[in-house]
T-cell receptor
Framework: DAGVIQSPRHEVTEMGQEVTLRCKPI?????LFWYRQTMMRGLELLIY????????DSGMPEDRFSAKMPNASFSTLKIQPSEPRDSAVYFC????????????FGQGTRLTVV | TQLLEQSPQFLSIQEGENLTVYCNSS?????LQWYRQEPGEGPVLLVT?????EVKKLKRLTFQFGDARKDSSLHITAAQPGDTGLYLC??????????FGQGTTLQVKP
């Protein structure tokens, strides 16, 4: 397996624009996580899915953020409209199951909103 | 709300020194993990501890899980410049949720 694949690696967008981040988890993994990393706040859990179903979205900052997992091999995180304070590195990670919790991370998407 | 607090946040030491990083919470976790992150990459797992009081060693790194499964420590003996990086602890629950501490940035100077 190629590991967790995220796209794009870098995204620069203007304030107010819609941004969509994409993630392909490791095949066979039951859990998918979206995290946001900043110097100030560290690695924050935004939302996680179990078998494509959102389990906990309490970390999603506000209604501008939404995440979907239409099937076991694809997830998106959308920000609409984007704001400068959304600038961060967004990571997607997957784990095999609740007992085997080693998280495998993608390389992240560095988002800059100007 | 589950929170993991790491200390110190930054550590700059000379090669050969020992150091300890702490990870504390008021919540009980089913597992506690330590990750290391290099610039431009995602975190990579170093170790998982699941039993209260458990100690694991990985070469010069020693990991301990507190008896009550609320805290953990990472001890590095004779640090080397190659140990430089961001160290993150993470707590797992039986719902599959995985949350991270803020991280400890370690710099080991030659």
């Amino acid at each position: 397996d190629a590991g967790v694949i995220q796209s794009p690696r870098h995204e620069v967008t203007e304030m107010g624009q819609e941004v969509t981040l994409r993630c392909k988890p490791i095949s066979g993994h039951d859990y998918l996580f979206w995290y946001r990393q900043t110097m100030m706040r560290g690695l924050e859990l935004l939302i996680y899915f179990n078998n494509n179903v959102p389990i906990d979205d309490s970390g999603m900052p506000e209604d501008r953020f939404s995440a979907k997992m239409p099937n076991a091999s694809f997830s998106t995180l959308k920000i609409q409209p984007s704001e400068p304070r959304d600038s961060a590195v967004y990571f997607c990670a997957s784990t095999a199951d609740w007992a085997n919790t080693e998280a495998f991370f993608g390389q992240g998407t560095r988002l800059t909103v100007v | 709300t589950q929170l993991l607090e790491q200390s110190p946040q930054f550590l700059s030491i000379q090669e050969g020194e020992n150091l300890t990083v702490y990870c504390n919470s008021s919540s009980v976790f089913s597992s506690l993990q330590w990750y290391r992150q290099e610039p431009g990459e995602g975190p990579v797992l170093l170790v998982t501890v699941v039993t209260g009081g458990e100690v694991k060693k990985l070469k010069r790194l020693t990991f301990q899980f507190g008896d009550a499964r609320k805290d953990s420590s990472l001890h590095i003996t004779a640090a080397q410049p190659g140990d430089t990086g961001l160290y993150l602890c993470a707590g797992g629950s039986n719902t599959g949720k995985l949350i991270f501490g803020q991280g400890t940035t370690l710099q080991v100077k030659p």
